[in-house]
């Protein structure tokens, strides 16, 4: 299993980032995807779900109307659009799978910092 996150940066409050996870070593289309974050001192916590079709998803309450998590299972690819960035959402980002409902799998994350 392999997951590579990209898309993370620096960006002003208010501001928009689209993250992305490439996925192999598994076949991505049988399995729901997570994007979990990690902030400095903090737990990781669950940010976003999708289901292997992509027909369901859930969010973390802080994030509700702010991010929307997609999947093109064409690509191999889980996303998370983020609009109305806040200080509060600056961490880490990882995608996250769980093939065979067992071990999870993380990507090596990607940096989000929001600050003017």
């Known amino acids: 299993v392999h997951l590579v996150e990209s898309g993370g940066g620096l960006v002003q409050p208010g501001g928009s980032l689209l993250l992305s996870c490439a996925a192999s070593g598994f076949t991505f289309s049988n399995y729901p995807m997570r994007w979990y974050r990690q902030a400095p001192g903090k737990e990781r916590e669950l940010v976003a779900f999708?289901?292997?079709?992509?027909?369901?998803?859930l969010y973390l309450d802080s994030v509700k109307g702010r991010f929307t998590i997609s999947r093109d299972n064409g690509k191999s690819t889980v996303y998370l659009q983020m609009n109305t960035l806040k200080p509060d959402d600056t961490a880490v980002y990882y995608c996250?799978?769980?093939?065979?409902?067992?071990?999870?799998?993380y990507g090596q994350g990607t940096q989000v910092t929001v600050s003017s």
């Open positions: 996250n799978v769980i093939p065979g409902g067992t071990i999870p799998y």
């Open positions: 999708i289901s292997s079709l992509g027909d369901r998803t």
